[in-house]
């Protein structure tokens, strides 16, 4: 429980984070109440939608209420997936007054025991660090091949875990190699005539837990006609942090990229996943206050792109394209499309395949429940969001569906292997469904990355 | 604060899921679209039955706690601000459709029912329930009912009032009676039907409602008109209906709305026209193509520049999302927007557009108007900053002028939102004080120790308006 000072430093810290003619700019109309899942999920409770969300916002600064743990609830329970932002005829940047509201409960630093260590393991040391994503991945490949994942797993050691992190470990990609995730390309050609030269933003968890995908959107790019550096010296993109309260870390580690990439003198910055793009895109707003990198943020922001635009943009999807006979789905990123209003793109690519039935799901584009660390720290909720996700899913008789953002990609893992269908359904990341269908089409045996 | 006895009773009855007093919950409950008033309840229920809200009111009744009840609180009236306190009874668990009738076409529905789903239920039958609210994909039925919404169909099909043709009502004393019914014929008595659609919850709670629909219409064409300035496009919308023919759908958008709307949902509409009108037919093919003929020379003999038919039916559909979103959308531009309803018989729409435009001129505010012109119900909405003490003084006078121009040209204060605590102090221009009167004498007789929404529609007492 808060005690009253505590209260008094938060309200205090609303009052000094929040920015209130953005909450001016809130009418009140409601239209962004359907939109919003927690809202749907909760019973239609006014206190978990976008609407009531910021009317709390206001109601602290203000001093008509205290910030009450039911007050912090509310915005704790906000999944951040901006579906409210596209309803919003007014164009309410929930978003930012998101992470406005976080920033100020957790600047104070309230939290539970648990909650505040895995955030500490989480932002502090870990995804600021890249060499030590690397060892902590290199951890979870040894436990996966030393056959102490198989122990584990029968000893029943996992039950001491909440369930969707139980679940999640079963569900983790076969990790690659210390050696392989150290040893990462830095420059590739393009392996038809060169249209663009583009930089890529690896990502922390994309460049480790991940990595056949950056290496199945290297190659892509390579196809389309890029020619693609990779800086070295690129970091996380920070949005774990901004999105939950902790924005200066944030804002060091837009400084290291808007650095790193500046080097690169590109024509595109492009991203795989939809929860960093949305966030690099904002680089600006987030370095607003600052006039030595104000400038150069926007130059970085303007030049962010993900992968599904960028391969349209570049026609790929006239080039031949073929699978398997199957029906497909696709979960829409909230970010992508919340964020980066990347909408049809991945549709259009999608159904350019040969073969490939696409199979639109009904409400697509409400959050998976992923959400960041969501699914770990909002496990009820963020479960009960996938439960209905899966019967959506389940509807369309698809045997893949299609995400565009690691988080979405394990939640949706997640899913099926909760329902038990493993053997009947899989997710995959855009990039690898789309290197496989082109390899398919144009008999290439699927090879190595081709370094420069 | 509610005394703990009550509270307590509050529980027994809905258990203690559907009962809260959280500051959270009381702050999310404390406000609706009128986003100027504000007001914190003292407890938030949802009752799972009509003998669950009967028994809630009688408590009420006996503790003399006022109850508001609130569907997705989108009404502009602040119709359910709780402004004296109270419990706000929401229908969270009161949301299904009960029967669709295809034999007498009527829909049975709880309060709860989105409007978008009455909608698209009577549509899976090729029935159809015309009125479409703007905040019709998030408004409930029930709500509807107590402000008597309008929507953009008004002009052909009338409003929510002419669809509903049974109640079940729980009176302020807990009595549970049901009026109307499914019959296209009914003079037992008074129309009590007619009497509680619009009350704004001030005489009783719905608790279930018959709705009346019709065949859907088979085809739908939709055009846009574009002027060089506002009045031709007024003077339009006149010869329409002067030569006998009455579109579902006839908007007017000035020049500042059509502005931000398309900024906001990025349709294609023409930004350097003046003033727009947003025409839509239905009904049988022969005759839709023949009014969009026929509608289509009046607009050009009435000095429209530009006018074209929507192709394709998502064509059509985006142009009439577009409008929808005009309120929001203006709300872009300053912090906060005053939205109002004057109406006036549509005979007399260009000088009503006329004078509303020197009336912001004289005040230098920034009106902007958008409405359905077809009906006289126009919307002038002022952009503005609630925290310009000086301007909304302005503001508030500029509308009563307005409020005033309307009534002198045999118009109304309020088409379609309701009077709400807004629209209180200008009630007795509209009806006089013998109308207020003779309300408040209903008022007093249904529910006498003024339970049931209080502050709203009229004042408590009478109060001579000297100014």
Do not use: S
């Given at each position: 429980m808060m005690d009253t000072k505590e209260k008094e430093r938060i309200q205090q810290a609303f009052r000094e984070k929040i920015d209130y003619d953005e909450i001016m700019n809130c009418t009140r109309c409601g239209f962004c109440l359907p939109s919003c899942p927690t809202y749907v999920e909760t019973g239609h409770d006014e206190v978990h939608s976008p609407r009531g969300r910021i009317a709390l916002m206001k109601g602290v600064v203000d001093g008509d209420i205290e910030p009450s743990e039911e007050v912090k609830r509310s915005i704790d329970l906000c999944l951040g997936c901006r579906a409210c932002e596209t309803a919003c005829p007014s164009g309410v940047k929930f978003g930012r007054l998101l992470e406005q509201a976080r920033d100020a409960i957790y600047q104070s630093n309230n939290q539970s025991l648990p909650v505040k260590l895995l955030r500490g393991v989480f932002f502090e040391n870990l995804f600021p660090y890249q060499n030590r994503m690397i060892g902590l991945t290199g951890l979870l490949g040894v436990y996966q091949r030393s056959g102490m994942q198989k122990l584990a797993q029968k000893t029943g050691v996992?039950?001491?875990?909440p369930e969707s992190m139980r679940t999640m470990e079963k569900v983790l990609p076969q990790v690659p190699k210390r050696k392989e995730m150290k040893n990462r390309p830095r420059h590739l050609r393009p392996l038809s005539e060169q249209k663009k030269k583009v930089a890529f933003f690896s990502g922390c968890l994309m460049d480790t837990i991940f990595m056949g995908t950056n290496d199945a959107t290297t190659k892509l790019l390579q196809y389309a006609g890029c020619e693609i550096v990779v800086p070295e010296k690129q970091a996380c993109c920070g949005a774990l942090h901004g999105h939950s309260g902790e924005v200066n870390q944030a804002k060091e580690m837009a400084k290291r990229n808007i650095e790193a990439f500046e080097e690169a003198e590109v024509d595109y910055i492009i991203t795989n996943a939809g929860g960093c793009g949305a966030f690099l895109v904002e680089y600006d707003h987030l370095l607003k206050d600052d006039p030595e990198w104000k400038e150069r943020a926007d130059t970085f922001a303007k030049k962010i792109k993900d992968i599904t635009s960028v391969l349209v943009e570049l026609e790929f999807h006239k080039l031949p394209l073929e699978l398997p006979v199957q029906i497909v789905t696709y979960q829409d990123s909230c970010h992508l499309k919340n964020g980066q209003k990347t909408f049809m793109e991945p549709r259009t690519l999608l159904q350019s395949i040969d073969n490939v039935d696409y199979v639109e799901m009904k409400d697509a584009s409400r959050c998976c429940g992923s959400a960041g660390i969501y699914n770990i720290v909002q496990s009820e909720m963020s479960m009960q969001i996938l439960d209905y996700k899966m019967e959506q899913a389940q509807k369309t008789k698809a045997k893949t569906i299609v995400t565009a953002n690691p988080g979405c990609l394990l939640q949706m893992k997640l899913g099926i292997e909760r329902e038990g269908l493993s053997d009947q359904m899989d997710a995959v990341h855009i990039v690898d469904y789309l290197l496989e269908a082109y390899e398919k089409a144009n008999g290439i045996v699927a090879s190595e990355p081709v370094h420069a | 604060m509610l005394k703990q006895e009550v509270k307590d009773r509050f529980i027994s009855i809905v258990g203690e899921e559907n009962f809260v007093d959280n500051n959270a919950s009381l702050l999310a409950y404390s406000y609706d679209s009128a986003t100027q008033y504000q007001a914190i309840p003292d407890g938030v229920v949802a009752p799972r039955n009509n003998h669950e809200v009967a028994e809630i009111v009688r408590v009420c009744n006996e503790h003399k706690v006022p109850i508001v009840p609130r569907g997705s609180g989108t009404n502009l009236c602040a119709g359910t601000t709780p402004v004296e306190g109270g419990i706000v009874l929401i229908f969270k668990h009161m949301n299904q459709i009960l029967e669709i009738d295809e034999e007498n076409l009527t829909m049975t529905v709880q309060p709860g029912v989105y409007t978008k789903d009455v909608n698209e239920a009577a549509k899976s039958v090729g029935l159809f329930y015309p009125p479409d609210p703007g905040s019709q994909h998030i408004s409930q039925i029930g709500g509807n009912i107590s402000e008597n919404s309008g929507g953009l169909r008004g002009l052909k099909y009338g409003v929510t009032r002419d669809y509903v043709i049974g109640l079940e009502i729980v009176l302020p004393n807990g009595e549970i009676i049901r009026t109307g019914g499914k019959l296209a014929k009914d003079v037992a008595g008074y129309d009590l039907t007619r009497l509680y659609v619009g009350a704004e919850g001030t005489l009783g709670m719905i608790t279930e409602a018959t709705l009346k629909l019709i065949p859907q219409p088979e085809t739908k064409k939709t055009m846009l008109a574009l002027y060089h300035d506002l009045e031709a496009a007024a003077e339009t919308v006149s010869a329409i209906i002067a030569n006998r023919i009455i579109p579902v759908t006839l908007e007017f958008l000035d020049q500042s709305t059509v502005k931000v709307v398309e900024d906001y949902a990025k349709v294609g509409l023409p930004t350097e026209a003046k003033a727009i009108l947003l025409i839509e037919q239905d009904g049988a093919p022969e005759v839709v193509e023949r009014d969009i003929e026929k509608i289509t020379a009046l607009c050009r003999e009435n000095k429209a520049f530009d006018v074209s038919v929507a192709q394709t039916a998502e064509e059509a559909e985006q142009l009439t999302s577009a409008r929808r979103t005009a309120l929001s959308a203006l709300s872009r531009l300053k912090p906060t927007t005053i939205l109002e309803d004057a109406t006036v018989p549509r005979s007399e729409i260009a000088n009503m557009v006329k004078a509303i435009n020197e009336i912001a001129a004289k005040y230098d505010l920034n009106i902007c108007t958008f409405g359905h012109a077809g009906d006289g119900n126009l919307h002038p909405t002022c952009l503005t900053d609630a925290r310009n003490k000086e301007e909304i003084e302005l503001v508030e006078q500029a509308f009563e002028e307005i409020f005033a121009k309307a009534v002198q040209l045999g118009g109304t204060i309020t088409g379609e939102h309701g009077v709400g605590m807004m629209k209180l102090p200008y009630l007795h221009m509209k009806v006089g004080e013998a109308g207020v009167e003779a309300m408040r004498n209903i008022k007093m007789a249904l529910d006498p120790n003024y339970i049931m929404n209080p502050g709203k529609v009229f004042a408590r007492e009478r109060v001579v308006v000297n100014k």
């Open positions: 996992m039950n001491l875990f | -």
